[in-house]
């Protein structure tokens, strides 16, 4: 039992009074006082009573199944995102394989209306799964006390990464059966810095939480904490809620730091899709040189929005 601090540094809305401790605490303090009286008074004096009765607290539902949502949730949350991402990272990478891609610059289509087309329709089928996880999780009881449209929120948000990886894997692999193996394990592999989480949250500091948020599985467990022990207070994630952290000692981290850091993963992810596909766009594709973003000749689109010499001699 830790003694360098007055309450736990994770509440729950459980007692932490152990009456067991304490009375064998208390019987042992009543042996030594008894025997500085017996030392120090007459010896006929009547020995003294010691009466010990707990505090009282207000009474706290204790749930089984809500006691594990913190270790659940991200997990359900990871599960429901994941058929979504590897259908997108094959349909993506097949597209790649086949010269579809290639084919459509040929007739003049640019590579962002392909990627816009893409992401729009993943961004419909992202608002039906987040649907269909919060309508589910309220539905059944898992997170009665949640605000759903704050719920459907985050899972949306959570949805960007998810896309913009997909994107990522699919401008590394020109093979779609090798992009799904690899883009799973991945996928899996970047929510391993949250495993070790309840091992080292006590000593972390908080930029070393941000920089393990860089892997969105990790940023979108830790949200996913902080929804699950407001609803083991009963209360659930509100929206005047938003800056709570379970932690004490004037803890930064909460549910705004790991849907900013969502937010960072995706555009980290998108940018090194971007410069990864122009250099390395696969057996159809001539790639660009590595340093292609410092050359006015891609920003002015082969010169033809500029007239600077420079512009064409970089072609």
Same mark, same amino acid.
């Given at each position: 039992?830790?003694?360098?601090?007055?309450?736990?540094?994770?509440?729950?809305?459980?007692?932490?009074?152990?009456?067991?401790?304490?009375?064998?605490?208390?019987?042992?303090?009543?042996?030594?006082?008894?025997?500085?009286?017996?030392?120090?008074?007459?010896?006929?004096?009547?020995?003294?009573?010691?009466?010990?009765?707990?505090?009282?607290?207000?009474?706290?539902?204790?749930?089984?199944?809500?006691?594990?949502?913190?270790?659940?949730?991200?997990?359900?949350?990871?599960?429901? %995102? *994941?058929?979504? &991402?590897?259908?997108?990272? #094959?349909? $993506?990478?097949? !597209?790649?394989?086949?010269?579809?891609?290639?084919? @459509?610059?040929?007739?003049?289509?640019?590579?962002?209306?392909?990627?816009?087309?893409?992401?729009?329709?993943?961004?419909?089928?992202?608002?039906?799964?987040?649907?269909?996880?919060?309508?589910?999780?309220?539905?059944?009881?898992?997170?009665?006390?949640?605000?759903?449209?704050?719920?459907?929120?985050?899972?949306?948000?959570?949805?960007?990464?998810?896309?913009?990886?997909?994107?990522?894997?699919?401008?590394?692999?020109?093979?779609?059966?090798?992009?799904?193996?690899?883009?799973?394990?991945?996928?899996?592999?970047? %929510? *391993?810095?949250? &495993?070790?989480?309840?091992? #080292?949250? $006590?000593?972390? !500091?908080?930029?070393?939480?941000?920089?393990?948020? @860089?892997?969105?599985?990790?940023?979108?467990?830790?949200?996913?904490?902080?929804?699950?022990?407001?609803?083991?207070?009963?209360?659930?994630?509100?929206?005047?809620?938003?800056?709570?952290?379970?932690?004490?000692?004037?803890?930064?981290?909460?549910?705004?730091?790991?849907?900013?850091?969502?937010?960072?993963?995706?555009?980290?992810?998108?940018?090194?899709?971007?410069?990864?596909?122009?250099?390395?766009?696969?057996?159809?594709?001539?790639?660009?040189?590595?340093?292609?973003?410092?050359?006015?000749?891609?920003?002015?689109?082969?010169?033809?929005?500029?007239?600077?010499?420079?512009?064409?001699?970089?072609?």
């Amino acid at each position: 039992i830790r003694t360098d601090f007055l309450k736990p540094i994770i509440q729950t809305p459980k007692s932490t009074y152990d009456i067991k401790s304490h009375l064998a605490i208390g019987w042992i303090q009543d042996i030594v006082d008894s025997a500085i009286i017996r030392l120090h008074a007459k010896p006929n004096a009547t020995p003294s009573k010691v009466y010990t009765s707990e505090f009282e607290k207000p009474c706290s539902h204790s749930d089984g199944f809500v006691e594990l949502l913190p270790i659940t949730l991200p997990i359900i949350m990871l599960f429901g %995102y *994941l058929f979504l &991402v590897i259908s997108l990272i #094959r349909d $993506l990478v097949h !597209e790649k394989e086949s010269g579809m891609e290639i084919l @459509l610059r040929m007739m003049g289509q640019s590579s962002y209306t392909t990627w816009l087309s893409w992401f729009c329709i993943n961004v419909v089928m992202c608002i039906l799964v987040s649907i269909i996880l919060s309508v589910t999780m309220k539905v059944s009881g898992m997170l009665p006390a949640t605000d759903p449209l704050l719920l459907f929120c985050f899972m949306l948000l959570y949805s960007w990464p998810c896309i913009t990886y997909s994107y990522l894997i699919s401008a590394i692999f020109n093979r779609a059966s090798v992009a799904v193996l690899c883009g799973t394990l991945f996928y899996w592999a970047l %929510y *391993l810095p949250f &495993v070790a989480v309840p091992f #080292r949250e $006590l000593n972390m !500091e908080f930029y070393q939480k941000i920089i393990a948020c @860089l892997a969105f599985p990790t940023a979108e467990a830790w949200g996913c904490q902080f929804i699950a022990r407001l609803e083991l207070f009963g209360v659930g994630m509100q929206w005047n809620q938003l800056s709570y952290t379970y932690m004490e000692a004037g803890e930064s981290m909460n549910i705004i730091w790991s849907s900013l850091m969502l937010l960072v993963d995706g555009f980290i992810h998108i940018i090194a899709a971007w410069y990864i596909s122009n250099v390395f766009p696969g057996k159809h594709g001539i790639g660009l040189r590595w340093y292609f973003p410092v050359t006015p000749s891609y920003w002015c689109s082969y010169g033809r929005l500029c007239s600077c010499t420079s512009c064409y001699s970089n072609r």
